[in-house]
């Protein structure tokens, strides 16, 4: 499980949902688009929920990671919206001085591998 902190909200979310919405923001930012997109996230209740956020250049979100859930969400379809909405942004990519694999748990086969 991980955290996405967003102003002055913590979300609640799976670690790849987490790392694809990190991704998808560093793409818009790199291509001065915005987005609003529809998170899937536990509540504090532990129900399962949603979180809608608007994503893009101003975007000031930092992912940490919370305690291990019995509870986290999975959703490969939302992974893949966002690596195919990114690969729509624009043609500019984030520097990524980490190297690594952006839009991990789409589980789907991809002509392109730098989005």
């Known amino acids: 499980m991980k955290y996405i902190h967003y102003d ?14 990190a991704d998808y923001a560093a793409v818009l930012g ?3 688009r915005t987005d609003t997109i529809t998170v899937p996230s536990v509540g504090d209740d532990g ?3 949603t ?3 608007l994503v893009g250049p101003a975007s000031e979100l930092c992912v940490t ?3 291990d859930d ?4 999975e959703d490969p379809a939302f992974i893949r919206r966002l690596r195919d909405a ?3 942004a624009g043609p500019e990519r984030p520097v990524d001085a980490d190297g690594g694999v952006r839009f991990r748990g789409a589980e789907e086969p991809s002509a392109h591998t730098d989005a």
């Open 8 to 21: 002055a909200s913590l979300i609640l979310t799976g670690d790849l949902i987490a790392d694809a919405v």
């Open 30 to 32: 790199a291509n001065a």
């Open 47 to 49: 129900s399962v929920s």
């Open 51 to 53: 979180s809608i956020l």
């Open 65 to 67: 990671i919370a305690p």
């Open 70 to 73: 019995e509870l986290e969400p």
């Open 86 to 88: 990114a690969r729509r």
